[in-house]
């Protein structure tokens, strides 16, 4: 009686290795094929992005604000500057320092990084993500008074310019200590909305705010995986990059929606009534009282952490309070000063140039009226002292 496996072929010894080898091949094949693709992809992005650059670096544009690879490509050049701010950055204004100086005709071109309602804490968001392609490299920011009046920041200021890409990068980098990322993971905690989108920031976010050991384990089990969203990230970035330089500046449509922050906090201020003179104390005090009480405080100095931590190079402007605005408000010049000396000592803890208009506060050509935006003759004060900063020897 014949056994049940006797109809069956001999297979010689090592055949079935042999057979399956090839399958093997095509499956590592399958696997590289896609990574070379997209590694070769990204390679071609980069090279256009650095070839490009100076065409695009003093243009104002959704993906560089949003993203991170136009603002390294900026600093990677040598003769860029990058300029964060808020919406006097987009302000079509005669002389404004990306237009002034996109010809370069000192040696150097203005970048700027910023729209309505950008704040000190998106802005230490980019330069965290930024890390050591900032160490040693020269950076100017532009404060806004009214950030500094404000009590909290607005939630719906702050969604408007938070980016995904920018906060992993800070969070999953290796720029900043331990201490300092669980300082601004507790900030960002306060806007959970904008956490909420992605569920690995969100864990991330929770576990470095709260210290406790158990929190510090998961967060090294998550490290890996914030590396890897971090790449994915950086890919997206870069294709994006690609397409929108390819396609001759046009942003795609998902990228073409224009932020427009509410009038809270900047755009056209709002008229104020003529206060007697028998209301300028009350006033003083309320002006002391929301200075005091304001959160940009906290973030500015955060951004100040960061930048020191990176050993990155900043030039801190601030354009002057609105004097005619504050004087109809009732409130004095002597209390006015109160701002610029708390930003200067601030500034001095950290060892930071400051320029601050103060002298400016009471010009009435450097502000365009009822707004914090510099005239055309406000925007060549800024020039000058942009480019006296970039040619200063480190």
Known sequence: MSKPFDSLPIVAAGGGARLQAPHLWSALVACALPILLLLGG???AIHFEQ?????TAPQDFFIKNQGLVFQRAALRAGDILLLYGSSELTDPVVNRASDFFSKEPTGFQVSPV???GTTSLIILQKVGALGADLRGRKVAISLSPSFFLTPALSPYTYAGNFSLTAASGLLFGNALSRDLKARIARRMLEFPNTLAKNGLLQLAA???ASGRPRDRIV???IWPLGKLQNA????????????????GGKSSPRHGRVFTARKTTRGELPIATPQPASGHAAQDEAFRARIAAASEWTDLELLFRTLTEIKAQPLILSIPLDAALYEVRGVSSSVRQIYYDRLRALARQYHFPVVDFREHDA???????????????GWMFYNRALDDFFHKPK
């Open 51 to 55: 070839k490009t650059i100076h065409k």
């Open 232 to 247: 994915i990230f950086d890919l997206q970035d870069h294709f994006e990059a690609l397409v929108f330089i390819l396609s």
């Open 42 to 44: 990204r390679m071609l």
């Open 114 to 116: 910023g729209r309505a």
């Open 363 to 377: 010009d009435p050509s450097f502000l365009i009226a009822h707004r914090e935006h510099p005239t055309p003759k």
């Open 219 to 221: 967060f090294r089990i």
């Open 206 to 208: 929770g576990c470095l």
